[in-house]
């Protein structure tokens, strides 16, 4: 049994102020992900090895920020068709200017989508579960959106981060997470029990997330010897693969 088994995950935002935190910053959001380029694009990069694309026809992209995913989930398989779902319409604008053939959708709210029953076959969320007022009313409805057998890919930073990422910004700048919670992969593990959700793989990413190339590299083969270790927790993206049942 967890501690995390009689929580309600719930946290002290709205979706409204998460929304309103990504507006603020949709205009510096491309430019400083882009000093840390290669870190920001392992998200899309690992993803893209536990999609099956291949097999794929319907993909959620959601939270899809400047939609940067749909362009290489298309380059994976162009005939998918994907549909990019944002909270922000300042990021929702920004998108539209380097990737205008993207399909966006704006959401009001992660914990109630505006999308029928079993239309996805595919669902990545990529560092939105720790931003969602409600984690298990999120989870439910990606749940809901996903046909049968879905695969779902998902990540987030772990609690572990939390100090790192106040050091960073504090030295660094960037556009900052506004509200949000980082959990552990513990509580994550049980959100997906509790929401129905199968987990097949967990995986601990981006242990040096800055530095020479070379440098990162080195982080990326400490870590991935060492899956399942405190070591792996340390890695702030948190790579989450599963199945609907």
Same mark, same amino acid.
């Given at each position: 049994?967890?501690?995390?088994?009689?929580?309600?995950?719930?946290?002290?935002?709205?979706?409204?102020?998460?929304?309103?935190?990504?507006?603020?910053?949709?205009?510096?959001?491309?430019?400083?992900?882009?000093?840390?380029?290669?870190?920001?694009? &392992?998200?899309?990069?690992?993803?893209?090895?536990?999609?099956?694309? #291949?097999?794929? &026809?319907?993909?959620? +992209?959601?939270?899809?920020?400047?939609?940067?995913?749909?362009?290489?989930?298309?380059?994976?398989?162009?005939?998918? &068709?994907?549909?990019?779902?944002?909270?922000?319409?300042? *990021?929702?604008?920004?998108?539209?200017?380097? +990737? !205008?053939?993207?399909?966006?959708?704006?959401?009001?709210?992660?914990?109630?989508? %505006?999308?029928? +029953?079993?239309?996805?076959? /595919?669902?990545?969320?990529?560092?939105?579960?720790?931003?969602?007022?409600? !984690?298990?009313?999120?989870?439910? #409805? *990606?749940?809901?959106?996903?046909?049968?057998?879905?695969?779902?890919?998902?990540? @987030? !930073? %772990?609690?572990?981060?939390?100090?790192?990422? /106040?050091?960073?910004?504090?030295?660094?700048?960037?556009?900052?997470?506004?509200?949000? /919670?980082? !959990?552990?992969?513990?509580?994550?593990?049980?959100?997906?029990?509790?929401?129905?959700?199968?987990?097949?793989?967990?995986?601990?990413?981006?242990?040096?997330?800055?530095? %020479?190339?070379?440098?990162?590299?080195?982080?990326?083969?400490?870590? +991935?010897?060492? &899956?399942?270790?405190?070591?792996?927790?340390?890695?702030? /993206?948190?790579?989450?693969? @599963?199945?609907?049942?």
């Amino acid at each position: 049994m967890s501690k995390f088994d009689f929580s309600n995950h719930k946290n002290n935002w709205t979706d409204q102020e998460v929304e309103a935190h990504w507006d603020r910053v949709s205009g510096i959001y491309i430019s400083e992900n882009n000093k840390v380029k290669n870190a920001h694009d &392992q998200r899309f990069t690992e993803s893209l090895k536990h999609l099956k694309l #291949e097999n794929a &026809q319907k993909v959620l +992209n959601i939270s899809s920020r400047d939609a940067e995913a749909d362009s290489f989930i298309r380059n994976a398989n162009p005939k998918l &068709q994907i549909i990019n779902a944002e909270i922000s319409q300042g *990021l929702i604008n920004e998108a539209r200017k380097v +990737n !205008p053939a993207a399909t966006q959708l704006k959401i009001k709210t992660y914990s109630s989508l %505006p999308f029928e +029953n079993e239309l996805f076959d /595919r669902v990545l969320s990529l560092e939105t579960l720790e931003h969602a007022a409600d !984690p298990i009313a999120f989870l439910n #409805e *990606l749940h809901r959106v996903s046909t049968k057998n879905a695969i779902m890919v998902l990540s @987030c !930073p %772990p609690a572990t981060s939390e100090i790192p990422y /106040r050091i960073f910004t504090s030295i660094f700048g960037g556009h900052g997470e506004g509200p949000h /919670r980082f !959990p552990s992969s513990e509580e994550v593990k049980v959100m997906f029990r509790k929401t129905n959700w199968k987990l097949v793989l967990h995986k601990g990413t981006v242990l040096i997330p800055v530095g %020479p190339q070379a440098v990162q590299q080195f982080g990326e083969r400490v870590i +991935n010897a060492f &899956q399942g270790s405190l070591l792996a927790e340390c890695g702030i /993206r948190q790579f989450y693969v @599963c199945e609907k049942y």
